[in-house]
């Protein structure tokens, strides 16, 4: 008998958009029904080899944000992610060929959170509610920073690409 166990902090952000803390060995087997074309991770951190092993495994393309830029590994992990960093991750959320598409990070908490916080915004989302679903996957955690990312985060830095997610469509 199988097990299928979600990652810590594991969430839909949108029809093949996920989210979650680094998924370990026991995540796997559900990580497999999701057939992911895309893993966006942003901990600074390089991931774990046995997670690195079922990327190639799963034939998924792995783009590791968090500390493979000059801006990010330079950061403290408490510091919240570069602007440089979200565009970057959203360029990749925006282009449909990446789909399915999962958001990763340390604990899923708080760099993945800013990522989504600012899709949020590009879809038009009111600010109580961005920082709702924030909180609920930070839980005691939240970083105020992150918040204030969001808050001030500048939608129109974003090119919205000709052909887009189909769940982006409708709030455009």
């Known amino acids: ?6 990652p810590v902090n594991y969430g839909m952000i949108e029809e093949d958009l996920y989210r979650s803390g680094q998924p370990n060995e026991l995540n796997f087997p559900f990580l497999e029904r999701l057939n992911l074309r895309t893993i966006i991770y ?5 991931p ?3 997670f690195q092993s079922f990327v190639e495994e799963q034939e998924i393309q792995l783009v590791f944000l968090g500390g ?9 992990a408490w510091e919240p992610l570069s602007e440089e960093t979200v565009l970057a991750a959203l360029d990749i959320i925006l282009d449909r060929s990446n ?5 990763t990070c ?3 908490r708080d760099r993945t959170g800013a990522v989504v916080g600012c899709l ?10 961005i920082f709702e679903e924030y909180r609920r996957f930070a839980g005691s955690k939240v970083r105020l920073q992150n918040e204030q990312f969001i ?3 500048d939608t129109d830095l974003v090119t919205i690409p000709v052909n887009p997610p189909s769940w982006l469509r409708k709030h455009l």
Request: hydrophobic share 35%; aromatic share 14%.
């Open 99 to 103: 789909y399915p598409l999962y958001i």
């Open 48 to 50: 774990n080899p046995q």
């Open 120 to 129: 949020r915004k590009i879809q038009g989302w009111h600010l109580s509610s």
């Open 68 to 76: 493979n830029t000059r801006m990010e590994s330079r950061r403290k």
């Open 1 to 6: 008998m199988s097990y299928f166990i979600p």
């Open 151 to 153: 808050e001030l985060f």
């Open 42 to 46: 942003l901990a600074l951190e390089e």
């Open 106 to 108: 340390h604990l899923g």
